[in-house]
């Protein structure tokens, strides 16, 4: 571990201040060992990187694995500020593989992405096709995140459409992806689940979230819920 890693780390263990934070953490994670959850609260993650914002983190970026759930989402938010795409890009890349849970995942969110959509478009076929859960969820996190508003496209539909998986946090986010989408893209949408187009547990899935969701109207609920299969 580098300098920068240990000052970082040390950074994120002075912030621990919560051990029912902590516990809870290991509830709504627990996927991944206990002990390598400090317990560290995002908002104070957030500002250790704001800190950093003007230095050079690179060395920390380069330490990976990290020993800590709370390095990562630091590296997250480190990430998520890059301003240079192609760096953004590398630097996600490299860091996708060792996300192995689904807050760090859905934390990463790199402002710079936005302004080049064709080329993020071009790497979601990619990450779907990864292997690795966290990278698929990834993938379509960022079609929810980036796609299903002014530059939607009917297209990008079956694109999450044909992730199929058996883990849990690929169908959830295929099942969150749809739900978003029948709130904001609802006459495209609907065919997906009219016609059964998901698989079982993330069609009915889908329909929950969105059922649930203040975004869909009444009338559109009414109707999603004639399709759950029993």
């Not at 509830?27 to 050079?56: F, H």
């Not at 998520?80 to 890009?89: F, P, S, T, V």
């Not at 859905?106 to 302004?115: C, E």
Request: with cysteine.
């Amino acid at each position: 571990m580098n300098e920068l890693a240990k000052k970082l780390q040390n950074e994120l263990k002075a912030e621990v201040s919560d051990e029912k934070y902590r516990e809870m953490q290991t509830r709504i994670i627990p996927n991944i060992l206990a002990d390598s959850i400090l317990g560290v609260r995002v908002p104070d993650i957030r500002k250790i990187a704001a800190k950093y914002k003007e230095t050079d983190v690179s060395p920390f970026l380069d330490d990976l694995p990290h020993r800590y759930h709370d390095e990562n989402y630091l590296h997250a938010c480190f990430l998520n500020g890059i301003k240079d795409h192609g760096e953004c890009m590398e630097r996600v890349e490299a860091f996708l593989p060792h996300i192995d849970n689904w807050a760090v995942c859905d934390g990463l969110a790199p402002k710079v992405f936005a302004k080049h959509k064709p080329e993020l478009l071009k790497k979601v076929p990619v990450w779907h096709a990864s292997g690795h859960t966290y990278t698929i969820r990834f993938g379509t996190g960022c079609l929810m995140r980036w796609f299903l508003d002014d530059d939607f496209e009917p297209r990008f539909l079956d694109m999450a459409a044909a992730v199929r998986s058996e883990e849990y946090y690929v169908n959830m986010m295929t099942a969150w992806y749809f739900a978003t989408a029948l709130a904001k893209q609802y006459d495209s949408t609907l065919p997906y689940i009219t016609e059964h187009r998901l698989d079982e547990w993330t069609h009915n899935k889908a329909i929950q979230k969105a059922v649930e969701s203040f975004r869909v109207t009444d009338e559109h609920k009414s109707e999603l819920k004639k399709h759950r299969i029993s």
